[in-house]
């Protein structure tokens, strides 16, 4: 199924692997094919990923947009939720729906159902709660 998408000047989208900055204007575009797109908004750097859960996601986006090297990306996806579960009990069931997720190959579902853990996960720190 095609899927438009209207960039706004200057925003980044990664498609199939690759970023891709548009210029000073807006831009409109139809991918005609399947293939891992991400937009500005959803992609998180390296030196963003600061805290478990954003490790999380973004070990999820990995999976999402390099497939080579998804073993890699698993298997430190792994070991942070044991940790993750381990110390935060009441994130289990959302690791549960992500893991189902990517066990179904929905990694672009996976990165949204991973946003309201970082959000969990903010509110824990903001409240100096213990889970």
Request: aromatic residues 6%; proline residues 3%; hydrophobic residues 40%.
């Amino acid at each position: 199924m095609p899927l438009k998408l209207t960039l706004k000047p200057e925003e980044k989208v990664i498609i199939g692997g690759a970023v891709i900055r548009n210029n000073k204007t807006s831009i409109e575009f139809t991918v005609e094919n399947q293939v891992p797109i991400l937009r500005e908004k959803d992609i998180l750097t390296d030196s963003e990923a600061d805290t478990i859960c954003k490790k999380i996601y973004l070990l999820i986006q990995l999976m999402y947009i390099d497939g080579e090297n998804i073993a890699r990306y698993q298997n430190s996806y792994l070991d942070l939720i044991k940790f993750l579960v381990r110390e935060a009990p009441k994130t289990l069931l959302l690791i549960e729906q992500i893991n189902e997720l990517i066990l179904s190959n929905r990694y672009y579902h996976a990165l949204k159902k991973a946003k309201k853990l970082i959000k969990y996960e903010e509110e824990v720190l903001k409240n100096n709660v213990k889970d």
